[in-house]
């Protein structure tokens, strides 16, 4: 009767131990994956915009801890975080050359080179949209503003001193028809 005793309660001692020894794993393990998706989260712009098809940044980085998506999902962290999310998720096959063009339309525009510029009007009478400015044989010059691009100055030009140039980017060229926002679960 005293051994049977013994052994039920030895038997309860190492369950119990092992409880511990599980339970104590099981938080570390958490812990581990808390930690990645904060660290993933802190990269993220925090503004839930949602173009990275989940509702929300915490979700989306969820969703790369559990290496459920893709590190190059959200367009505006740009190329640069995408590359460290990457890096962070164990994950550096994804592409990420086309982040700015899908945000904003390229603008080209007319540029004229003053110094071979002789001035002879001829770009500026060929202009659809009056961008050119610029009196007889003085230097003429394009407003970027007006420009559409059209090209029929750069074809007109005798001296070859207008070329196209792109513009920097800013918010009066943002591409509104940026594909449509699919909200998916992030679990
Ligand atoms: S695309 Fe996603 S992760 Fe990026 S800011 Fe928008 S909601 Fe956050
Ligand atoms: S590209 Fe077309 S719109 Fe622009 S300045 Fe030249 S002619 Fe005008
Ligand atoms: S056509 Fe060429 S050379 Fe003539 S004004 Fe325009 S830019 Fe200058």
Redesign the pocket.
């Known amino acids: 009767m005293i051994l049977e005793l013994k052994f039920i309660l030895i038997l309860a001692s190492v369950l119990l131990v092992l409880g511990l020894i599980l339970s104590y794993l099981s938080t570390l393990a958490d812990k581990k994956e808390d930690s990645a998706e904060k660290r993933i989260e802190m990269l993220l712009p925090g503004i839930n915009c949602g173009q990275c098809g989940f509702p929300g940044c915490n979700a989306y980085a969820k969703a790369l801890a559990d290496k459920k998506a893709a590190p190059n999902l959200c367009r505006p962290a740009g190329a640069e975080v995408a590359k460290q999310l990457g890096v962070l998720v164990g994950d550096t096959n994804a592409t990420y050359g086309d982040y700015e063009e899908q945000l904003f339309s390229p603008r080209m525009v007319a540029y004229?080179h003053e110094n071979?510029?002789?001035?002879?009007?001829?770009?500026?009478r060929?202009c659809p949209v009056d961008a050119?400015a610029?009196v007889l044989k003085d230097?003429?010059m394009v407003d970027p503003d007006l420009c559409i691009g059209c090209d029929d100055?750069i074809n007109?030009?005798?001296?070859?001193?207008?070329e196209k140039i792109r513009l920097d980017h800013d918010l009066s060229h943002f591409n509104w028809n940026i594909h449509s926002v699919q909200i998916k679960s992030g679990s």
């Open positions: 004229i071979s510029c002789t001035g002879c009007g001829k770009c500026k060929k050119i610029g230097a003429h100055c007109t030009c005798p001296e070859n001193c207008i």
